[in-house]
Protein backbone atom coordinates (compact mmCIF):
# COMPACT_ATOMS: atom_id res chain seq x y z
CA UNK A 1 0.00 0.00 0.00
CA UNK A 2 3.05 2.30 0.38
CA UNK A 3 3.66 1.70 -3.25
CA UNK A 4 0.34 3.37 -3.92
CA UNK A 5 1.49 6.06 -1.62
CA UNK A 6 4.35 6.77 -4.38
CA UNK A 7 2.72 5.40 -7.39
CA UNK A 8 1.31 9.17 -8.52
CA UNK A 9 4.32 10.80 -8.02
CA UNK A 10 6.70 9.30 -10.09
CA UNK A 11 5.30 9.96 -13.50
CA UNK A 12 3.69 13.67 -12.48
CA UNK A 13 6.31 14.99 -10.36
CA UNK A 14 8.86 17.33 -12.43
CA UNK A 15 11.58 18.21 -9.81
CA UNK A 16 13.53 15.64 -8.48
CA UNK A 17 13.16 14.03 -5.55
CA UNK A 18 15.07 10.65 -4.94
CA UNK A 19 14.32 9.70 -1.40
CA UNK A 20 10.47 8.91 -2.67
CA UNK A 21 12.15 6.18 -4.37
CA UNK A 22 15.03 5.32 -2.51
CA UNK A 23 13.52 5.37 0.59
CA UNK A 24 12.62 1.35 0.11
CA UNK A 25 16.35 0.93 0.05
CA UNK A 26 16.83 1.90 2.98
CA UNK A 27 14.26 1.06 5.27
CA UNK A 28 11.95 -1.25 5.81
CA UNK A 29 8.29 -1.25 4.58
CA UNK A 30 5.81 -0.65 6.93
CA UNK A 31 3.65 -3.58 8.06
CA UNK A 32 1.22 -1.15 8.86
CA UNK A 33 -1.09 -0.86 5.89
CA UNK A 34 -3.02 2.55 5.08
CA UNK A 35 -6.74 1.96 4.92
CA UNK A 36 -8.15 2.07 0.95
CA UNK A 37 -10.07 4.76 2.35
CA UNK A 38 -7.14 6.72 3.80
CA UNK A 39 -5.64 6.18 0.07
CA UNK A 40 -8.40 7.44 -2.21
CA UNK A 41 -8.47 10.38 0.45
CA UNK A 42 -5.23 11.35 -0.56
CA UNK A 43 -6.07 11.02 -3.99
CA UNK A 44 -9.03 13.78 -3.44
CA UNK A 45 -6.88 15.93 -1.25
CA UNK A 46 -4.30 16.04 -4.31
CA UNK A 47 -6.98 16.68 -6.88
CA UNK A 48 -8.21 19.48 -4.81
CA UNK A 49 -4.01 20.85 -3.92
CA UNK A 50 -3.98 20.81 -7.86
CA UNK A 51 -7.17 22.91 -8.53
CA UNK A 52 -6.64 25.25 -5.27
CA UNK A 53 -2.66 25.77 -5.16
CA UNK A 54 -0.66 28.78 -5.66
CA UNK A 55 -1.07 30.11 -8.88
CA UNK A 56 -4.34 28.85 -10.08
CA UNK A 57 -6.97 30.80 -10.66
CA UNK A 58 -9.18 29.27 -7.72
CA UNK A 59 -5.85 30.45 -5.76
CA UNK A 60 -5.99 34.14 -7.11
CA UNK A 61 -9.60 34.68 -6.40
CA UNK A 62 -9.25 33.55 -2.87
CA UNK A 63 -6.62 36.29 -2.56
CA UNK A 64 -8.65 38.94 -3.55
CA UNK A 65 -11.35 37.75 -0.94
CA UNK A 66 -8.20 37.77 1.81
CA UNK A 67 -7.09 41.01 0.66
CA UNK A 68 -10.86 42.57 1.05
CA UNK A 69 -11.46 41.17 4.55
CA UNK A 70 -14.64 40.43 3.78
CA UNK A 71 -16.51 36.86 3.02
CA UNK A 72 -17.69 36.74 -0.90
CA UNK A 73 -19.60 33.72 -1.13
CA UNK A 74 -19.19 33.94 -5.37
CA UNK A 75 -15.61 33.96 -4.92
CA UNK A 76 -15.67 30.33 -5.32
CA UNK A 77 -14.73 27.01 -3.13
CA UNK A 78 -11.75 26.98 -2.15
CA UNK A 79 -10.53 26.99 1.90
CA UNK A 80 -7.50 27.07 3.02
CA UNK A 81 -5.18 26.68 6.08
CA UNK A 82 -1.86 28.21 6.47
CA UNK A 83 0.59 27.01 8.76
CA UNK A 84 3.16 29.16 10.12
CA UNK A 85 6.05 27.82 12.15
CA UNK A 86 7.39 27.64 16.02
CA UNK A 87 9.89 26.02 17.70
CA UNK A 88 12.00 23.07 16.81
CA UNK A 89 11.88 20.68 14.05
CA UNK A 90 10.21 17.69 15.49
CA UNK A 91 7.79 20.28 16.85
CA UNK A 92 7.59 21.86 13.24
CA UNK A 93 7.27 18.30 11.45
CA UNK A 94 4.25 17.23 14.22
CA UNK A 95 2.31 20.80 13.93
CA UNK A 96 2.63 20.25 9.78
CA UNK A 97 0.89 16.71 10.05
CA UNK A 98 -1.88 17.88 12.49
CA UNK A 99 -2.49 21.12 10.21
CA UNK A 100 -2.67 18.37 7.17
CA UNK A 101 -5.23 16.07 9.14
CA UNK A 102 -7.01 19.34 9.92
CA UNK A 103 -7.07 20.25 6.37
CA UNK A 104 -7.92 16.49 4.66
CA UNK A 105 -10.95 16.68 7.39
CA UNK A 106 -12.45 20.19 6.60
CA UNK A 107 -11.79 20.06 2.81
CA UNK A 108 -9.04 23.09 3.00
CA UNK A 109 -5.40 23.27 1.42
CA UNK A 110 -2.30 23.19 3.35
CA UNK A 111 -0.01 26.04 2.78
CA UNK A 112 3.24 26.49 4.32
CA UNK A 113 4.76 29.52 5.41
CA UNK A 114 8.22 28.75 4.79
CA UNK A 115 10.96 30.10 6.75
CA UNK A 116 14.61 30.43 5.33
CA UNK A 117 15.56 28.17 7.84
CA UNK A 118 13.49 25.35 6.42
CA UNK A 119 13.62 25.91 2.70
CA UNK A 120 15.07 22.97 1.19
CA UNK A 121 14.71 20.23 3.99
CA UNK A 122 11.66 18.42 2.08
CA UNK A 123 10.72 17.83 -1.13
CA UNK A 124 7.01 18.94 -2.37
CA UNK A 125 4.54 16.43 -0.86
CA UNK A 126 2.34 16.95 -3.77
CA UNK A 127 2.09 16.47 -7.16
CA UNK A 128 2.18 19.30 -9.64
CA UNK A 129 1.32 22.06 -7.17
CA UNK A 130 3.67 23.46 -4.21
CA UNK A 131 2.61 23.85 -0.69
CA UNK A 132 4.92 26.62 -0.23
CA UNK A 133 2.59 29.74 0.41
CA UNK A 134 3.96 32.25 -2.31
CA UNK A 135 6.13 35.51 -1.47
CA UNK A 136 3.46 37.89 -2.03
CA UNK A 137 1.30 36.37 0.23
CA UNK A 138 -0.30 39.58 1.37
CA UNK A 139 0.33 38.83 5.45
CA UNK A 140 4.06 37.52 4.40
CA UNK A 141 5.96 39.70 6.34
CA UNK A 142 3.67 39.56 9.48
CA UNK A 143 3.54 36.64 10.00
CA UNK A 144 7.32 35.55 10.44
CA UNK A 145 7.46 37.81 13.91
CA UNK A 146 4.00 36.78 14.73
CA UNK A 147 4.45 35.69 18.27
CA UNK A 148 1.74 37.66 19.50
CA UNK A 149 -1.72 36.90 19.13
CA UNK A 150 -2.86 39.73 17.08
CA UNK A 151 -6.10 41.00 15.31
CA UNK A 152 -8.20 38.91 14.26
CA UNK A 153 -7.30 36.29 16.25
CA UNK A 154 -9.89 33.63 16.67
CA UNK A 155 -8.91 33.47 20.60
CA UNK A 156 -9.15 37.47 20.75
CA UNK A 157 -12.53 37.58 18.80
CA UNK A 158 -14.02 35.84 21.33
CA UNK A 159 -13.07 37.66 24.34
CA UNK A 160 -13.87 41.01 22.79
CA UNK A 161 -17.40 39.10 22.18
CA UNK A 162 -17.31 40.52 18.41
CA UNK A 163 -18.44 36.82 17.33
CA UNK A 164 -22.18 35.66 17.99
CA UNK A 165 -22.83 32.31 17.62
CA UNK A 166 -26.09 32.60 16.39
CA UNK A 167 -25.67 35.62 13.93
CA UNK A 168 -21.65 35.26 13.29
CA UNK A 169 -20.08 37.99 11.27
CA UNK A 170 -16.95 36.61 10.48
CA UNK A 171 -13.98 37.90 8.40
CA UNK A 172 -12.16 36.09 5.39
CA UNK A 173 -9.31 35.70 7.53
CA UNK A 174 -8.48 34.19 11.16
CA UNK A 175 -5.13 33.76 13.20
CA UNK A 176 -5.83 30.74 15.21
CA UNK A 177 -3.18 30.21 17.61
CA UNK A 178 -2.80 26.90 18.92
CA UNK A 179 0.98 26.21 20.23
CA UNK A 180 1.81 25.25 23.64
CA UNK A 181 1.50 28.01 25.80
CA UNK A 182 -2.30 29.21 24.05
CA UNK A 183 -5.02 29.83 26.52
CA UNK A 184 -8.73 28.60 27.17
CA UNK A 185 -10.46 30.80 24.15
CA UNK A 186 -7.58 29.78 21.70
CA UNK A 187 -8.44 26.19 22.79
CA UNK A 188 -12.03 26.70 21.68
CA UNK A 189 -11.11 25.44 18.13
CA UNK A 190 -11.23 21.74 19.31
CA UNK A 191 -15.12 22.39 20.30
CA UNK A 192 -17.71 21.14 17.61
CA UNK A 193 -19.57 24.78 17.81
CA UNK A 194 -16.44 26.62 16.90
CA UNK A 195 -15.46 24.16 14.44
CA UNK A 196 -18.96 24.71 13.08
CA UNK A 197 -18.03 28.60 12.75
CA UNK A 198 -14.57 28.34 11.79
CA UNK A 199 -15.68 26.22 8.59
CA UNK A 200 -17.23 29.57 7.24
CA UNK A 201 -13.56 31.29 7.18
CA UNK A 202 -11.91 31.11 4.16
CA UNK A 203 -8.77 31.58 5.13
CA UNK A 204 -7.24 30.17 8.63
CA UNK A 205 -3.57 31.14 9.63
CA UNK A 206 -2.46 28.93 12.08
CA UNK A 207 0.21 29.21 14.07
CA UNK A 208 1.42 25.81 15.91
CA UNK A 209 4.26 24.11 17.16
CA UNK A 210 2.18 20.87 18.78
CA UNK A 211 0.67 17.21 17.65
CA UNK A 212 -2.99 18.46 18.08
CA UNK A 213 -3.90 15.11 16.54
CA UNK A 214 -4.96 13.72 19.49
CA UNK A 215 -7.41 16.33 20.18
CA UNK A 216 -9.02 15.99 17.17
CA UNK A 217 -10.21 12.37 17.69
CA UNK A 218 -12.31 14.02 20.44
CA UNK A 219 -14.69 15.91 18.48
CA UNK A 220 -17.80 14.25 17.27
CA UNK A 221 -17.64 16.57 13.51
CA UNK A 222 -14.98 14.25 13.11
CA UNK A 223 -15.11 11.26 14.45
CA UNK A 224 -16.87 9.32 11.68
CA UNK A 225 -14.42 10.32 9.02
CA UNK A 226 -11.63 9.74 11.24
CA UNK A 227 -12.69 6.03 11.91
CA UNK A 228 -12.42 5.34 8.09
CA UNK A 229 -9.38 6.77 7.87
CA UNK A 230 -7.60 5.18 10.63
CA UNK A 231 -8.67 2.01 11.88
CA UNK A 232 -5.63 1.51 13.68
CA UNK A 233 -5.76 4.88 15.72
CA UNK A 234 -1.66 4.20 16.46
CA UNK A 235 -0.57 4.53 12.79
CA UNK A 236 -2.19 8.25 12.21
CA UNK A 237 1.40 10.28 12.68
CA UNK A 238 3.32 7.04 11.13
CA UNK A 239 1.05 7.12 7.86
CA UNK A 240 0.82 11.06 7.42
CA UNK A 241 4.01 11.33 8.53
CA UNK A 242 5.69 8.91 5.23
CA UNK A 243 3.77 10.40 2.99
CA UNK A 244 4.31 14.44 3.79
CA UNK A 245 8.26 13.90 4.69
CA UNK A 246 10.78 12.94 2.47
CA UNK A 247 14.31 14.67 2.39
CA UNK A 248 15.30 16.73 -0.33
CA UNK A 249 17.65 16.03 -2.92
CA UNK A 250 20.33 17.42 -0.49
CA UNK A 251 19.22 16.14 2.63
CA UNK A 252 18.66 12.77 0.89
CA UNK A 253 22.43 12.71 -0.10
CA UNK A 254 24.14 13.44 3.34
CA UNK A 255 21.63 10.75 4.61
CA UNK A 256 22.71 7.88 2.66
CA UNK A 257 26.14 8.89 2.58
CA UNK A 258 26.37 8.78 6.10
CA UNK A 259 24.16 5.43 6.14
CA UNK A 260 26.63 3.97 4.03
CA UNK A 261 29.72 4.83 5.89
CA UNK A 262 28.87 3.73 9.18
CA UNK A 263 25.63 1.89 9.20
CA UNK A 264 25.04 -0.44 6.58
CA UNK A 265 27.35 -3.15 7.04
CA UNK A 266 26.11 -3.68 10.88
CA UNK A 267 23.69 -6.41 11.42
CA UNK A 268 21.61 -4.59 13.78
CA UNK A 269 21.59 -0.56 14.29
CA UNK A 270 20.16 0.09 17.69
CA UNK A 271 19.40 4.24 17.53
CA UNK A 272 19.95 6.24 20.85
CA UNK A 273 18.59 10.13 21.19
CA UNK A 274 19.98 12.04 24.30
CA UNK A 275 17.77 15.34 24.80
CA UNK A 276 18.78 17.23 27.60
CA UNK A 277 16.24 19.91 28.21
CA UNK A 278 18.18 21.21 31.46
CA UNK A 279 21.49 20.49 32.29
CA UNK A 280 20.44 21.06 36.17
CA UNK A 281 18.09 18.25 36.58
CA UNK A 282 19.66 16.09 34.07
CA UNK A 283 23.23 16.10 34.92
CA UNK A 284 25.55 14.35 32.78
CA UNK A 285 26.60 10.82 35.03
CA UNK A 286 22.45 10.91 36.02
CA UNK A 287 22.01 10.59 32.09
CA UNK A 288 24.96 8.38 31.30
CA UNK A 289 23.98 5.64 33.99
CA UNK A 290 20.34 5.97 33.09
CA UNK A 291 21.27 5.05 29.35
CA UNK A 292 23.47 2.49 30.68
CA UNK A 293 20.98 1.04 33.13
CA UNK A 294 18.64 0.91 30.40
CA UNK A 295 20.68 -0.78 27.93
CA UNK A 296 21.53 -3.43 30.75
CA UNK A 297 18.06 -4.15 31.51
CA UNK A 298 16.62 -4.44 27.96
CA UNK A 299 19.70 -6.32 27.11
CA UNK A 300 20.16 -3.97 24.29
CA UNK A 301 23.77 -4.53 23.65
CA UNK A 302 26.50 -6.95 25.06
CA UNK A 303 27.80 -6.34 28.47
CA UNK A 304 31.85 -5.33 28.36
CA UNK A 305 34.45 -7.55 30.08
CA UNK A 306 36.49 -4.62 31.69
CA UNK A 307 38.62 -7.46 33.20
CA UNK A 308 40.05 -7.20 29.57
CA UNK A 309 41.00 -4.92 26.91
CA UNK A 310 41.58 -4.72 23.46
CA UNK A 311 45.04 -4.85 22.38
CA UNK A 312 44.38 -3.75 18.52
CA UNK A 313 41.32 -3.08 16.55
CA UNK A 314 39.24 -6.02 16.02
CA UNK A 315 39.59 -7.18 12.74
CA UNK A 316 36.01 -9.23 13.04
CA UNK A 317 32.95 -7.36 11.18
CA UNK A 318 30.94 -4.95 13.24
CA UNK A 319 27.91 -6.59 14.31
CA UNK A 320 26.06 -3.86 16.13
CA UNK A 321 26.19 -0.43 15.96
CA UNK A 322 25.07 1.89 18.16
CA UNK A 323 23.99 5.46 16.72
CA UNK A 324 24.05 7.91 19.00
CA UNK A 325 22.01 11.83 18.37
CA UNK A 326 22.62 14.51 20.84
CA UNK A 327 24.12 18.27 20.79
CA UNK A 328 26.58 17.09 23.09
CA UNK A 329 29.51 14.76 22.57
CA UNK A 330 30.27 13.29 26.03
CA UNK A 331 27.40 10.06 25.83
CA UNK A 332 29.21 8.99 22.84
CA UNK A 333 32.51 9.66 24.25
CA UNK A 334 31.85 7.40 27.06
CA UNK A 335 30.00 4.63 25.26
CA UNK A 336 33.15 4.97 22.12
CA UNK A 337 35.79 4.34 25.13
CA UNK A 338 33.68 1.62 26.71
CA UNK A 339 33.33 -0.27 23.31
CA UNK A 340 36.84 0.83 22.25
CA UNK A 341 38.38 -0.28 24.96
CA UNK A 342 37.20 -3.60 26.48
CA UNK A 343 35.85 -6.84 24.65
CA UNK A 344 32.05 -7.88 24.64
CA UNK A 345 31.47 -11.03 26.61
CA UNK A 346 29.32 -12.39 23.75
CA UNK A 347 32.68 -11.66 21.31
CA UNK A 348 30.45 -9.40 19.10
CA UNK A 349 31.83 -6.08 18.10
CA UNK A 350 30.08 -2.93 19.00
CA UNK A 351 31.13 0.57 17.18
CA UNK A 352 29.41 3.61 17.93
CA UNK A 353 28.85 6.98 15.73
CA UNK A 354 27.53 10.28 16.92
CA UNK A 355 26.88 12.45 13.35
CA UNK A 356 27.25 15.98 14.85
CA UNK A 357 27.53 17.57 18.17
CA UNK A 358 25.86 21.30 17.56
CA UNK A 359 25.49 22.13 21.43
CA UNK A 360 23.02 24.44 20.93
CA UNK A 361 19.56 24.23 19.23
CA UNK A 362 20.02 27.08 16.44
CA UNK A 363 16.47 26.44 15.00
CA UNK A 364 16.40 29.35 12.61
CA UNK A 365 19.78 28.71 11.37
CA UNK A 366 19.05 26.23 7.91
CA UNK A 367 21.97 23.64 8.31
CA UNK A 368 21.12 23.45 11.69
CA UNK A 369 17.85 21.97 10.40
CA UNK A 370 19.48 20.29 7.82
CA UNK A 371 21.57 18.31 10.77
CA UNK A 372 18.99 17.49 12.29
CA UNK A 373 16.66 16.17 9.67
CA UNK A 374 19.30 14.03 8.83
CA UNK A 375 19.66 12.39 12.09
CA UNK A 376 15.96 12.27 12.88
CA UNK A 377 15.90 10.37 10.01
CA UNK A 378 18.70 7.78 10.45
CA UNK A 379 17.17 7.39 14.02
CA UNK A 380 14.11 5.92 11.68
CA UNK A 381 16.03 3.60 9.81
CA UNK A 382 17.25 1.97 13.05
CA UNK A 383 16.41 -1.48 14.12
CA UNK A 384 16.15 -0.56 17.92
CA UNK A 385 15.46 2.86 19.37
CA UNK A 386 15.99 4.62 22.65
CA UNK A 387 14.74 8.29 22.89
CA UNK A 388 14.42 10.50 25.32
CA UNK A 389 11.36 11.50 27.11
CA UNK A 390 9.02 14.90 26.12
CA UNK A 391 11.35 14.99 22.80
CA UNK A 392 9.00 15.46 19.68
CA UNK A 393 13.09 14.67 17.58
CA UNK A 394 12.14 10.89 19.25
CA UNK A 395 8.32 11.21 18.27
CA UNK A 396 9.20 12.13 14.80
CA UNK A 397 12.27 9.31 14.83
CA UNK A 398 9.98 6.71 16.14
CA UNK A 399 6.79 7.61 13.82
CA UNK A 400 8.56 7.72 10.60
CA UNK A 401 10.32 4.38 11.87
CA UNK A 402 6.33 2.82 13.08
CA UNK A 403 8.14 1.44 16.12
CA UNK A 404 7.33 1.88 19.78
CA UNK A 405 10.66 2.60 21.15
CA UNK A 406 12.49 2.03 24.85
CA UNK A 407 11.80 5.68 26.18
CA UNK A 408 13.96 7.12 28.97
CA UNK A 409 12.34 8.57 31.55
CA UNK A 410 12.41 11.69 32.76
CA UNK A 411 15.08 12.63 34.76
CA UNK A 412 14.76 15.05 37.71
CA UNK A 413 17.89 14.86 39.68
CA UNK A 414 17.70 11.26 40.73
CA UNK A 415 17.23 7.91 38.12
CA UNK A 416 14.07 6.88 37.44
CA UNK A 417 13.13 3.12 38.01
CA UNK A 418 13.02 1.39 35.69
CA UNK A 419 15.65 3.98 33.59
CA UNK A 420 13.26 3.10 30.35
CA UNK A 421 10.37 1.15 29.44
CA UNK A 422 8.78 0.60 26.26
CA UNK A 423 6.14 2.87 24.88
CA UNK A 424 2.73 1.45 24.47
CA UNK A 425 1.92 3.48 21.37
CA UNK A 426 4.39 4.62 18.85
CA UNK A 427 2.13 7.84 18.40
CA UNK A 428 3.82 11.32 19.54
CA UNK A 429 2.38 12.93 22.16
CA UNK A 430 0.41 15.67 22.43
CA UNK A 431 1.93 18.08 25.46
CA UNK A 432 -0.93 20.59 25.81
CA UNK A 433 -4.00 19.45 24.98
CA UNK A 434 -7.20 21.10 26.11
CA UNK A 435 -8.48 19.63 29.18
CA UNK A 436 -12.26 21.24 29.44
CA UNK A 437 -15.46 19.72 28.49
CA UNK A 438 -16.64 21.71 25.38
CA UNK A 439 -20.35 21.59 26.35
CA UNK A 440 -20.10 22.20 30.48
CA UNK A 441 -16.52 24.44 30.37
CA UNK A 442 -15.67 22.03 33.16
CA UNK A 443 -11.87 21.19 33.99
CA UNK A 444 -12.17 17.26 32.56
CA UNK A 445 -10.10 14.16 32.29
CA UNK A 446 -10.58 14.22 28.37
CA UNK A 447 -8.67 10.40 28.34
CA UNK A 448 -12.23 9.31 29.70
CA UNK A 449 -14.05 10.20 26.46
CA UNK A 450 -13.11 7.34 24.05
CA UNK A 451 -10.70 4.92 24.31
CA UNK A 452 -8.26 5.41 21.89
CA UNK A 453 -6.63 8.43 23.53
CA UNK A 454 -4.91 7.89 26.74
CA UNK A 455 -2.06 9.67 28.44
CA UNK A 456 1.30 9.67 27.39
CA UNK A 457 3.90 7.25 28.88
CA UNK A 458 6.39 10.27 29.48
CA UNK A 459 4.29 13.18 30.50
CA UNK A 460 1.34 12.86 32.99
CA UNK A 461 -0.94 15.47 31.38
CA UNK A 462 -0.24 14.60 27.73
CA UNK A 463 -2.65 12.69 25.61
CA UNK A 464 -1.93 10.94 22.65
CA UNK A 465 -3.58 8.34 20.89
CA UNK A 466 -3.46 4.12 21.40
CA UNK A 467 -4.39 1.36 19.22
CA UNK A 468 -7.25 -0.52 21.03
CA UNK A 469 -7.05 -4.16 19.98
CA UNK A 470 -3.91 -4.76 21.35
P1 LIG B 1 12.36 18.69 21.07
O1 LIG B 1 12.71 20.06 21.55
O2 LIG B 1 13.26 17.63 21.64
O3 LIG B 1 10.93 18.38 21.24
O4 LIG B 1 12.66 18.61 19.49
P2 LIG B 1 12.66 19.72 18.35
O5 LIG B 1 13.20 19.03 17.14
O6 LIG B 1 11.35 20.37 18.23
O7 LIG B 1 13.67 20.84 18.83
C1 LIG B 1 14.97 20.53 19.22
C2 LIG B 1 15.97 21.04 18.19
O8 LIG B 1 17.27 21.06 18.81
C3 LIG B 1 16.12 20.13 17.00
O9 LIG B 1 15.21 20.38 15.97
C4 LIG B 1 17.54 20.42 16.59
O10 LIG B 1 17.58 21.65 15.95
C5 LIG B 1 18.23 20.52 17.93
N1 LIG B 1 18.59 19.18 18.42
C6 LIG B 1 18.15 18.57 19.53
N2 LIG B 1 18.70 17.33 19.64
C7 LIG B 1 19.48 17.16 18.56
C8 LIG B 1 20.31 16.11 18.09
O11 LIG B 1 20.43 15.04 18.68
N3 LIG B 1 20.96 16.29 16.91
C9 LIG B 1 20.84 17.46 16.21
N4 LIG B 1 21.52 17.58 15.05
N5 LIG B 1 20.08 18.49 16.62
C10 LIG B 1 19.41 18.34 17.78
Known sequence: ?????????????????????????????????????????????????????????????????????????????????????????????????????????????????????????????????????????????????????????????????????????????????????????????????????????????????????????????????????????????HHLGRYLFHPSDRVWGLITKYYQDYLAKAEKRIGIQIRIFSAKTSPFGSVMDQILGCIQKEKLLPEVDTEKSIASPSKNQTSKVILVTSLFRGYFEKLNKMYGEHPTKTGEVVAVYQPSNERKQQSWENSHNVQAWVEIYLLSLSDELVTSAWSTFGYVAQGLRGMRPLILYKIDRTIPDPPCGRGVSMEPCYHAPPIFDCKTKKTVDTTTFVPHVKHCEDIRWGIKLFNTST
Open 1 to 237: MILVFLRKFSDIEEESCLSRNQSVLYRKSSPHKPSSYLVSKLRSYEELHKRCGPRTNSYKRSLKQLKSGQIDHDSGDCKYVVWVADCGLGNRILSITSAFLYALLTDRVLLINQEKEMVDLFCEPFPTSSWILPEDFPFKNKMSGFYQKVGHSYGNLLKSNTINYSTPMLPSYLYLYLSHDCDHDDQLFFCDQDQALLSKVPWLIMRSNVNFLPSMFLMSSFDQELDKLFPDKETVF
